[in-house]
């Protein structure tokens, strides 16, 4: 079945610009994770959806940062006014819930440069 | 202590050699360990889940030692398509990602 699509792929921006990602979960998945990677940096947890609510925001760098998930599906991740240390690969990732055990599945990503 | 702790790398392996890497984690009530992949400029993907008593999938064996608080991957009979970013996750209340081991196998 089809995986984890995110868009655009790839988003050029000016800084102080609004910019919104797109991630499509995989069918039937409840759990929706959005992550951020810096050039050569690890993974930077951001926001995790369980259905349309979102338990734990705690990884949200800024008031700048929102996310929304309708429909337990499709999320969006809005960065507004954004800065060049917004720069990275924003990788959006889902499972079939949120429990510890299970694996999570990574889209493509969606890489940001600010300018 | 850093909640998650891998060691950077490179390590440089030649082709057919076994090689292992820890990684540490700081909450000891941490429930769910994970080593993933990622290859250059892609996705993570899950490699294998790590259970209490360890498992081994093919030429991967991943190992937890509750009491030292790490856990470990082994790659046997390494390939050339073993080379990439080696990712441990800890799972407690929260989803933390190591910074990753990088591997280079050499032919």
């Known amino acids: 079945g089809a995986g984890v699509s995110q868009s655009p792929s790839n988003k050029v921006t000016e800084k102080g610009k609004d910019v919104e990602l797109r991630c499509d979960p995989i069918?039937?998945?409840?759990?929706l994770y959005w992550y951020r990677q810096r050039l050569g940096q690890g993974l930077e947890f951001l926001i995790y959806?369980?259905?349309?609510?979102?338990?734990?925001k705690s990884g949200l760098p800024s008031d700048r940062f929102s996310a929304e998930r309708t429909g337990e599906s499709v999320s969006t991740l809005t960065i507004q006014r954004t800065q060049q240390e917004d720069s990275a690969v924003y990788l959006c990732?889902?499972?079939?819930?949120?429990?510890?055990?299970?694996?999570?599945?990574f889209g493509p990503g969606t890489r940001l440069t600010v300018l | 202590r850093k909640e998650v702790e891998q060691d950077p790398g490179p390590f440089n392996v030649p082709e057919g050699a076994t090689v292992a890497f820890n990684c540490t984690y700081s909450?000891?009530?941490?429930?769910?360990f994970f080593w993933y992949r990622q290859d250059c400029r892609k996705e993570p993907k899950l490699l294998m889940s790590?259970?209490?008593s360890g498992n081994e999938d093919g030429r991967f064996t991943a190992q937890l030692n509750r009491a030292s608080q790490y856990i470990s991957l082994l790659i046997r009979d390494s390939k050339l398509s073993d080379s990439a970013t080696y990712l441990c996750v800890v799972r407690d209340d929260k989803i933390i990602f190591g910074k990753g081991t990088r591997l280079h196998i050499l032919p």
């Open positions: 069918s039937g998945h409840t759990a």
């Open positions: 959806f369980q259905g349309n609510s979102a338990p734990d």
């Open positions: 790590v259970y209490s």
């Open positions: 909450n000891s009530a941490s429930q769910s």
């Open positions: 990732a889902s499972s079939t819930t949120s429990v510890g055990t299970d694996t999570q599945y």
